[in-house]
């Protein structure tokens, strides 16, 4: 059998607890600065393949950021909707994406 893959999921505790259920381990953070420190660090740690990030974190610490965390590491980094729904950040960073690796906007408004 593989090798189990590690997820964590960073963001306010009321976005990402529910994660904790299903075995990802849950990083609390209230604002960008913690969550954009904490995300690297989270990045460094082999133990983790894939990091979540709640949608209003990841808006919070940037898609610059993000993109150098995933092209430093290799690290699967994606924004995901909170028990609210979605704000748009996933759609949008999904659609830049796929914008970059392919060249042209597949996903329109």
Known sequence: MGEK????ALGPH???????????RVF??????DAGKKLQELAAEEAFSVILLSESTAEDIGFELV???REQTGKV???IPSHEGSTGVTE???K????HSL???LITD
């Open 103 to 105: 060249g042209v906007d």
């Open 5 to 8: 893959v590690k997820i964590a």
């Open 28 to 33: 609390e953070v209230e604002d960008g600065a």
């Open 92 to 94: 949008r960073w999904l």
């Open 77 to 79: 980094v994606m924004a």
């Open 96 to 99: 830049h994406a796929m914008e």
């Open 67 to 69: 993109e150098s965390v």
């Open 14 to 24: 009321r976005e990402v607890i529910a994660l904790k259920s299903v075995g990802v």
